[in-house]
């Protein structure tokens, strides 16, 4: 909250300092960019391949982790008939192969995130650009991410669907 009234701060004392604009030429605009994400067909190309992604993963994590209980069932079970040191020995065994099926999981989820960063990486520049050109037709001196926005805005200030439908047309989806 406070970085939204300090950016509207801001905001306001740079439109006053700018003299030469007066307030009804003011235009400001916003962007949903998780709508645009979620919504646009390059977004929603990227977010179903990190789906899959994510299932492959979790159904090779999800068959490693049954072993694991299974094996942990099994020690619990069996230690009444073993030796202290074949417990040990057991128990030491068990918690190496918890901690590489930690490590998998880690990874599993850095390579996630990785996938992520690139898609964003990859379509951010279009969306910028898009954007750009909006603004300048639809003659707005700034453009907000849709989070950042004081508690109201018009409707007609909503670029979105707009920035949907050309980044739709340039990704040639």
């Known amino acids: 909250m406070k970085r939204i ?26 962007v949903d960019m998780t709508k645009v994400s979620n919504e646009s067909k390059a977004g929603k190309r990227a977010k179903d391949d990190i789906q899959k ?52 999981v880690s990874t599993a989820e850095h390579e996630l995130q990785q996938k992520q960063m690139e898609a964003e990486k990859k379509i951010g520049p279009v969306i910028q650009g898009i954007i750009q050109d909006l603004a300048k037709e639809e003659k707005l001196l700034l453009v907000f991410e849709k989070r950042q926005l004081p508690l109201y805005a018009a409707g ?4 979105t669907d707009k920035v949907i439908q050309r980044f739709d047309a340039k990704s040639g989806g």
């Open 5 to 30: 009234l300090g950016t509207v701060l801001l905001l306001s004392a740079w439109i006053i300092g700018a003299g030469a604009v007066h307030a009804d030429e003011v235009r400001i605009g916003y």
């Open 53 to 104: 992604l994510f299932k492959e993963r979790q159904e090779t994590l999800g068959k490693e982790e049954q072993q694991l209980k299974s094996q942990q069932q099994s020690l619990e079970k069996d230690k009444l008939v073993m030796t202290e040191q074949q417990r040990k020995d057991k128990q030491k065994d068990f918690e190496a192969k918890v901690k590489v099926f930690r490590e998998k």
């Open 156 to 159: 007609e200030a909503d670029l």
